[in-house]
C-alpha cells in the first residue's frame, strides 16, 4: 500500500513494487553458502545484506512509480534468454547464451549449428520426459488436474517440433524477466510431492552475477548515502548503478572492508588479484620455515597401515611403504577439568562423535582405571553401523547443560566448578586445552576392477598411480605433545620482545552483551582467545606482514601497497577466525567452523586448530579465500573500473558516527540504509576480536581511524543492557542515538529526496523505538513492503520464531503542517484507529498472495499501521499523544482476528473464544510451536484486551485475565503433594512458551476439584 504522494514525483519503492518477485531471488542469493555474493567471503561482517533486494530499493527508489515492472526486474539482473523455436520460448543456459549474436540492427539471434542442434533435441527429450511424467500424476491423482503447479509447468514443457530445425537457421532471441517466485513456488511444490527434477527452475544465473554496471552520464549521476554501510552491499550496488556514493560507518573494521569492497576492486580491477598472490605467498613463505617443526606428520597409525596393506598386497608393483605417511589437516581440543570428588582427570566432550560425513567415526574416552587422581587417553574409532567396534555410543558425552560427567568415577561436576576453574579460581586449579584427537589424511591407490592400481595414461604424470584421499583420525602421540610444548616454549620466548612492539592484543575485554561470555571463562584479554600454538602463529604472522610493508609500499606506491596490505590484514583476520578457541569442530560435515557461524562468543566445548603448513595449510586456504573474493568483487565491477580508467572511484568512505556526518544540508539525493536492529547484534563488541590486529598492522595507512585501542562503543546505536546498566537505559541510550541519525539524514537529504529504510526485526518493542524515531524527527512513511530475505535454513532462525523478511520502509520528509492533530478514534470510524485497521485488512489481503510466514505477516502489518500513524502525525487520543505501539496493537488486534478466522475457516471470531484460548489460537497462528519472546504475547494481550498477571500458584480462569507462571515465585509457595508436577498457570516463565495441557495442573486450572 502506498500513500498517494502529490505531484507525479511517486516512485516505484510507493507503488507496484514486485516484493514477490525481489523476496524470491533474495532467498535464492542467500540460499546456497556456496553461492554467496564474493563480498561474503572477503572479511566477516555480521548482517550483511544481500545483493539483489539491495539494488532492488536503491533503484525502486530512484524510478517513477508506473516504470515497467518486466523491465525493472531485468535490470536486477533477473532476466532469461530465450530463443524462439517455432513460436514457442526455448530458455537457453549460460553455455547456449553465450553463442548469441547480434545482428546489424542489434537483434540478437542463435545460429544453429551442431551444438545447438544437439542441445535443442535434449531440450525436446526433458520436455517430453516431463509431460510424461506429468501425464503419469495427474492420471494417478485426478485431483491434480487442477493443480495450478502441475498446469502451468505442463505449459512450459510444450514440444517444440525440434526436427524441423536446421543447420545453418536463425533462431530469434527475445531476453524476458525471470519469475523468481514462480520457481520458488516449484521448488516448494516438489519438496512438498518428493519429487525430485534436477532442472533449473529458474532459467537464469543468480541476478547478482547478471546485473549490470550502468552507465550514467556524470551530470546525471545521483549522491546516494547509507549511514551505516557495515559490509557494503547497499552502497556496491550503488554504484553498479553508476551514481557518486557515500558509504558510512561507525565501525573501523567496517570502514577498512567498505575500502576493500567499494573503492579498490574499482580502482585497481581484477590486476590486483597477482599482487596479493605474489606479496600473500612471500608472507606464506616467512611464515612456514619459523613454524613447520611445530607440525610434525607422523608414520601411520598401526590401523591405517593394516588397511592401507590390504588394499595394496596383490597390486603388483606397488608398495604400501610409498603410501605410509599422513597429511595433517586440524587437531581438536576440548576442555579438561579436575574432578572435585576423585582428581581425576575430566575432558569434557558435548559428544563423541568425530565426523558423520563419509566414513562415521567417533572417539573412545579411556580411564586408567585408577579410583584417584585418574588419567584418561583417547582412541578415535570407525563406526560399525551406528555403534563403535566394542558397542560405543557415539552420542555419550561427559558435558550436557554446562553440568560435567567424571570418567572416573561418574559424578557429577558441577557447572559452577567447571567455570571456576575455567577461571583459574578453584582450589584445583585451571581447567586446560586436551588435545585429544588430529585429523590427517592418507592416501591409497585407486584400484581398478582387477584390484590393479589405475595410472595416468598422458600429460605430466602419464604413467604415475593414481591416487584417492582417505580421512582419517587418530589419538595425539608423544611427538605432537612435544610440540605443543615447543610452541608455548617459542611463545613464552618471544613474548618480551613482541610485547614491546606492542604485537600482542593484550587488550583487556571489556564487559558487555556478548563479551561477557567469554569473561565467564576466563579469557579476559583478546589473545586469551587462542592456545600458544595458534596464537604464535598469528603473531608471526603480523610481525611478518609489519616487515613486509614498507617493500610492499616501496614496489607498489602508497595506494596499491595499502590496498595489498589491507587485503594481506584480511587473510590473516581470516586465519585469526578460523584459529582459535572460539571455533567449532562440526562434525555433521567434518570442517572447523570459524568464530561466527553465531553472533556471540559462547564458549565451545571442543574446537578446533589450523595447520600453517603442508597441503592443507590454513594460511594457504586464507590467501585463496581473499584471493577468490577480491577476483570476483572485481569480476562483478569491471566494465566500472574500466570506464574509469585510473580515476578515482565515485565513493567516498566515511568511519563516524552517523549522527554527525559534516556533510552539506540537502546534499543528498537518496538515502538507502539498513540501520542496526536493536539488539540483534553487537557489532562493536564482535569486531574487536579483529579489530585489534587490524590494529597493528592497518593504524599507519588509515590515520585517524584506529586511534582508540578498542571500537567506539558509546556512539554505537544498538541496545547493549549490560553496558547500559539496565535494559530501561539500553532502551533509552539505542532511541536517543536512532533518533540522532534520523534527524541527520533529514538534514542532509534534499527536500524532494526519499529514505528507504530496510529492517529485519520482529519484535514490536524494536519497530517502537525505529519508528518512533523516524516519526518523531519529521519523518513520514509513505510505503512499506515486505521483501524474504533471511533464508530458511539460517541458523538464527530455525527453531525460533523469527523474522525472515526485511520489511522496505520508505520515508520522505514531512512537511509539517499547522492543522489541528489528528484524533485516534473520531466520529463514526473516522478515526486513525479506524484507518489503521482498514489499512491491515488490506495489507493482509495483499501479503495473502505472497504466503509470507505469520511472523513476518505479523510485522509487514506493523509497517502498514505505522505508515498511517505516520502520515497522520501528530494522533491523540483525548489529551494523550498516541504511540507507534498502540498503531501496532490495533494491527495486532486485526492480524488475532485475522488469524482465529483462518485457522477455523471462518467459524469462529476472537471474541467467541476464551482469553486463553483466544491468546493461544492466535500465538500459534503466528508461531506454531516455536519459542517467542514475552514482549510479543504481552503487545498481543494488550490488543484482545487481556491482562496477563503474574501467577505461580492459585490459578483460575476468570475475568479477561490469563496467568503467567514465574517459576521462581513457583518455588516460594512450595506446592503441596499432588501438584508437584506440572505449571500452574499457562504461561511459562518468560513468556515463552503456552504450558502444554499435560504440564499445568489440573487443580490450579480449575478443572478438578481442590
Ligand atoms: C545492519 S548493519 C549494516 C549492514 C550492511 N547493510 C551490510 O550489508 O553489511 C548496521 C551497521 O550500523 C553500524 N552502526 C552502528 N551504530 C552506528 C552509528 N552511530 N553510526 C554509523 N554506523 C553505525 C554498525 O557498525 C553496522 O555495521
Not at 565501525?251 to 577498512?256: D, L, R, S
Not at 572460539?582 to 589450523?610: A, C
Not at 558509546?714 to 536517543?736: H, L, W
Not at 483462518?902 to 510451536?929: C, H, S, W
Request: net charge neutral; hydrophobic share 35%.
Amino acid at each position: 500500500m502506498a500513500k498517494v504522494v502529490t505531484g507525479t514525483d511517486r516512485r516505484l519503492i510507493e507503488a507496484g513494487f514486485p516484493c514477490h518477485q525481489v523476496g524470491a531471488e533474495t532467498q535464492r542469493e542467500r540460499g546456497a553458502s556456496s553461492a554467496l555474493p564474493p563480498l561474503y567471503f572477503l572479511h566477516v561482517w555480521w548482517a550483511r545484506r544481500p545483493l539483489t533486494p539491495s539494488r532492488a530499493a536503491i533503484l525502486a527508489s530512484l524510478l517513477p512509480a508506473g516504470t515497467d515492472p518486466d523491465w525493472f526486474l531485468r535490470q536486477l539482473g533477473i532476466e532469461k534468454v530465450q530463443a524462439m523455436v517455432n513460436g514457442e520460448p526455448w530458455t537457453l543456459d549460460e553455455k547456449m547464451a553465450g553463442r548469441v549474436s547480434f545482428d546489424h540492427e542489434g537483434a540478437e539471434f542463435l545460429v544453429v549449428d551442431d551444438m545447438v542442434l544437439r542441445a535443442l533435441e535434449n531440450e525436446q527429450a526433458r520436455r517430453l520426459s516431463n509431460l510424461k511424467m506429468i501425464a503419469t500424476l495427474k492420471e494417478k491423482n485426478p485431483s491434480l488436474a487442477k493443480d495450478y503447479v502441475l498446469n502451468r509447468w505442463e505449459k512450459e514443457n510444450r514440444v517444440l517440433v525440434a526436427q524441423s530445425i536446421r543447420i545453418g537457421q536463425r533462431l530469434p532471441v527475445v531476453r524476458s524477466p525471470g519469475d523468481p517466485y514462480w520457481a520458488k513456488q516449484r521448488i516448494e511444490w516438489e519438496n512438498a510431492s518428493g519429487i525430485r527434477t534436477k532442472e533449473d527452475k529458474y532459467g537464469y544465473p543468480r541476478a547478482y552475477t547478471q546485473a549490470q554496471c550502468v552507465e550514467v552520464p556524470t551530470d546525471q549521476q545521483l549522491t546516494i548515502f547509507d549511514p551505516t554501510a557495515g559490509g557494503g552491499s547497499i552502497p556496491f550496488e550503488a554504484l553498479r548503478l553508476g551514481h557518486k556514493v557515500m558509504a558510512n560507518d561507525l565501525n573501523p573494521v567496517a570502514a577498512v572492508i567498505l575500502y576493500a569492497t567499494l573503492d579498490y576492486p574499482l580502482r585497481f580491477g581484477p590486476g590486483l588479484v597477482n599482487d596479493i598472490e605474489h606479496w600473500g605467498r612471500k608472507l606464506r613463505d616467512r611464515l612456514v620455515p619459523k613454524i613447520s617443526d611445530l607440525f610434525p606428520e607422523s608414520p601411520l597409525p598401526e590401523d591405517e597401515g593394516d588397511i592401507l596393506k590390504k588394499r595394496v598386497e596383490n597390486c603388483l608393483e606397488t608398495d604400501s611403504s610409498s603410501f605410509d605417511k599422513e597429511e595433517l589437516d586440524a587437531f581438536l581440543y576440548c576442555r579438561q577439568v579436575t574432578c572435585p570428588h576423585c582428581g581425576g582427570e575430566a575432558p569434557l566432550l558435548n559428544t563423541c562423535w568425530l565426523s558423520k560425513e563419509g566414513e562415521k567415526w567417533g572417539v573412545r574416552i579411556v580411564p586408567d582405571g585408577r579410583s584417584r587422581d585418574g588419567t584418561v587417553r583417547f582412541e578415535p574409532y570407525r563406526l560399525i553401523g551406528d555403534r563403535g567396534p566394542q558397542g560405543e555410543d557415539p552420542n555419550f558425552a561427559t558435558v550436557e547443560g554446562g553440568v560435567g560427567l567424571c570418567i572416573h568415577c561418574r559424578q557429577a561436576i558441577s557447572a559452577e566448578e567447571i567455570k571456576a576453574q575455567a577461571r583459574g579460581e578453584s582450589p584445583l586449579g585451571r581447567w586446560k586445552d586436551r588435545l585429544y584427537c588430529l585429523v590427517a589424511v592418507r592416501r591409497q591407490p585407486k584400484l581398478d576392477k582387477n584390484g590393479q592400481p589405475q595410472r595416468y595414461r598422458s600429460g605430466a604424470k602419464a604413467g604415475e598411480i593414481k591416487t584417492e584421499k582417505v580421512r582419517f583420525f587418530r589419538a595425539p602421540n608423544e611427538r605432537d605433545l612435544e610440540a605443543l610444548a615447543e610452541a608455548e616454549r617459542m611463545l613464552a620466548e618471544h613474548w618480551p620482545e613482541w610485547e614491546k612492539q606492542g604485537l600482542i592484543p593484550t587488550e583487556s575485554i571489556p564487559k558487555g552483551h556478548k563479551t561477557v561470555e567469554p569473561l565467564r571463562v576466563g579469557m579476559t584479554r583478546w589473545c586469551d582467545m587462542f592456545t600458544p600454538r595458534q596464537l604464535l602463529g598469528h603473531l608471526i604472522l603480523v610481525e611478518e606482514l609489519n616487515r613486509l610493508e614498507p617493500e610492499i609500499l616501496k614496489e607498489l606506491g602508497e595506494e596499491r601497497g595499502r590496498a595489498v596490505v589491507t587485503y594481506l590484514q584480511f587473510v590473516i583476520d581470516k586465519v585469526i577466525d578460523y584459529n582459535s578457541r572460539q571455533t567449532l569442530w562440526e562434525y555433521t560435515r567434518g570442517i572447523v567452523k570459524g568464530n561466527f557461524g553465531r553472533h556471540d562468543f559462547s564458549p565451545k566445548w571442543t574446537f578446533g586448530e589450523m595447520i600453517f603448513t603442508g597441503p592443507n595449510s590454513g594460511a594457504a586456504w586464507a590467501l585463496s579465500q581473499v584471493i577468490d573474493a577480491y577476483a570476483g568483487i572485481a569480476e562483478l565491477v569491471k566494465p566500472l573500473h574500466e570506464r574509469l580508467g585510473g580515476s578515482p572511484p565515485p565513493v567516498t568512505i566515511r568511519c563516524g558516527t552517523a549522527a554527525h556526518t559534516g556533510l552539506p544540508d540537502s546534499s543528498v539525493d537518496l538515502i538507502c540504509m539498513d540501520p542496526p536492529y536493536y539488539n540483534n547484534v553487537q557489532y562493536a563488541e564482535l569486531s574487536d576480536y579483529f579489530y585489534v590486529w587490524q590494529r597493528r598492522t592497518l593504524q599507519d595507512l588509515y590515520p585517524g581511524i584506529f586511534r582508540r585501542r578498542l571500537t567506539n562503543k558509546t556512539d554505537e546505536s544498538v541496545a547493549n543492557p549490560v553496558r547500559a546498566g539496565s535494559v530501561g537505559e539500553a532502551d533509552r541510550i539505542y532511541e536517543c542515538l536512532a533518533r540522532e541519525i534520523f534527524a541527520e539524514s533529514r538534514r542532509v537529504l534534499k527536500d524532494e529526496g526519499l529514505m528507504t529504510v530496510m529492517f529485519t526485526h520482529k519484535s514490536q518493542e524494536a519497530w517502537e523505538k525505529l519508528t518512533k524515531s523516524l516519526i518523531e524527527n519529521g519523518w513520514e512513511i509513505t510505503s512499506s513492503f515486505p521483501v524474504e530475505s533471511e533464508s530458511a535454513h539460517s541458523l538464527r532462525i530455525m527453531g525460533y520464531a523469527a523474522a525472515a523478511s526485511s520489511i522496505f520502509l520508505t520515508c520522505r520528509k514531512r512537511v509539517e503542517n499547522q492543522d489541528t492533530p489528528a484524533t485516534w478514534l473520531g466520529f463514526g470510524g473516522t478515526g486513525v484507529a479506524q484507518r489503521i485497521r482498514e489499512a491491515v485488512r488490506e495489507g493482509l489481503e495483499e501479503f495473502s498472495v505472497l504466503r509470507l510466514n505469520p511472523v513476518d505477516e505479523m510485522v509487514a502489518c506493523y509497517g502498514r499501521a505505522l505508515q498511517v500513524l505516520s502520515e497522520n502525525w501528530p494522533v491523540m487520543d483525548g489529551d494523550e499523544p498516541v504511540s507507534p505501539i498502540r498503531a501496532m496493537n490495533e494491527a495486532s488486534a486485526v492480524v488475532a482476528q485475522y488469524q482465529v478466522n483462518r485457522m477455523t475457516q471462518g467459524r469462529l471470531k476472537v471474541d467467541d473464544l476464551n482469553p486463553e484460548a483466544a491468546m493461544a489460537v492466535t500465538l500459534y497462528g503466528i508461531f506454531g510451536l516455536a519459542e517467542f519472546p514475552y514482549d510479543e504475547a504481552l503487545s498481543l494481550s494488550r490488543s484482545l484486551n487481556i491482562r496477563l498477571e503474574s501467577k505461580a500458584a492459585g490459578y483460575r480462569i476468570e475475568g479477561r485475565m490469563i496467568g503467567v507462571n514465574d517459576e521462581q515465585g513457583g518455588r516460594r509457595g512450595r506446592p503441596k503433594a499432588g501438584e508437584e508436577v506440572g505449571y500452574f498457570a499457562p504461561w511459562c516463565a518468560g513468556g515463552q512458551n503456552c504450558a502444554w495441557p499435560g504440564r499445568r495442573s489440573a487443580v490450579r486450572s480449575g478443572s478438578k476439584n481442590r
